[in-house]
């Protein structure tokens, strides 16, 4: 069987192995505690952007999650002051006007993939988002599940501000799906900026926290969340996701099925147990 592995570790985690805790991040700052995993954009000096080396980690960590039981939820953040610039001018965007179509494509297909990762992973990801979320930024803080902001935080789909369509990373799918398709239109044609309160207004946000503690509600959420029926909430995702393309009956059949499973589980039968006892159910996510 061929083994995939992580950039940077290739004796520390072939795609076999489940833990993830004590993961070592080459281009993301990467934590572990208590079922929470808290990646952290690490490069405050310049906002955070996006290099090709840190896309290629987010891909490859997000797909490791799909095997990681030892993480039940997952925390996205940047370092300092700011979320993500985006890719980075420099390090991305001038080396991208000397690429042939293939080579433009195979990396618009690359970043692509870490969205598609990020959606496939059956943990909830939250967002924890300050100052600048912008262009690639915008698109993983678009593609948690969750996200809480400040009021400060600016959040720009500035693509056509580049010469480019708003039609990338999965924006157009995903951003009307979460603001609406009116909203959504003039945020893509415009690339202007989204402030954190109009941000929760449109259901960008789920709430709105301090700079000081955006974070920290973030990663409560998260413990919240990954102390609960963690089997369960990877099929609320999958269904969440799985369901855009179904119509209502076959949606209505898919959760039959989904939920029919969930209920041959142990923490189904343990929030049984505990509910007859009077108690609150330890759920341990089998």
Known sequence: MSQRYLP????????????????QGQHVLFTFKEGVATIALNRPERKN???FESYAELRDLFRAMCDADDVHAIVMTGAGDNFCS????????GPLTQLDMPGLLSFTRMTGDVIKAMRACPQPIIAAIDGICAGAGALLALASDLRYGTERSKTYFLFNKVGLAGCDMGA????????????????????????GGEAERWGF???LCTPEDVLAQAQAMAHELASGPTFANGMTKKMLQQEW????????EAEAQAQAICMMTNDFHRAYHAFVAKQKPEFEGD
């Open 49 to 51: 952007p996006l290099s």
């Open 172 to 195: 157009c799918a995903l951003l009307p799906r979460v603001i609406g398709q009116g909203r959504a239109s003039e945020l893509l044609y415009s690339g202007r900026g989204l402030q």
């Open 205 to 207: 946000y789920n709430r």
């Open 8 to 23: 940077g570790q290739p004796h520390q985690l072939p795609r076999h192995r489940k833990g993830l805790a004590h993961y």
């Open 245 to 252: 393309n179904m119509g209502v009956d076959e949606a209505i």
């Open 86 to 93: 985006g890719g980075d001018v420099h390090e991305i965007i």
